[in-house]
């Protein structure tokens, strides 16, 4: 039997999530266009737990984000002058699209003249 102890899920989830990239708001950004996607050929369902999985992971990565900020700040400033750091942005900018859209009804607009919304009307 080794000496080495095994790994609690704590431990091991801690370790995959210090190793996360500066690019992971890439994943936010792709499930909240998924959600955009899916609001727009009238999935709402679908397109609902799209959004509520980006918000939490979105979530996570803003907190992420305040910490490494208030205790590793030489670690942060690294980290945010990498591209992959503007992945953080576009997510923001794709989950308050989403939400947005969401704002008014629970469906798409849609004209009066056609099948989907000419986004004129």
């Known amino acids: 039997m080794s000496g080495a102890s095994p790994r609690s ?13 500066p690019a992971a708001g890439a994943a936010v950004m792709a499930t909240g266009i998924v959600s955009v996607g899916l609001h727009l050929t009238g999935y709402e369902t679908l397109s609902r737990i799209a959004l509520a999985l980006a918000g939490v992971a979105w979530a996570a990565l803003a907190a992420d984000f305040a910490v490494r900020l208030l205790w590793d700040r030489a670690g942060w400033v690294a980290q945010a002058e990498t591209p992959g750091a503007l992945t953080a942005v576009a997510a923001t900018a794709v989950l308050g699209t989403r939400v947005s859209r969401s704002a008014g009804s629970s469906s798409p607009r849609r004209c009066s003249r056609s099948r989907r919304c000419c986004g004129r009307c």
């Open 9 to 21: 899920p704590r431990s091991a989830l801690r370790a995959w999530w210090d190793r996360r990239p």
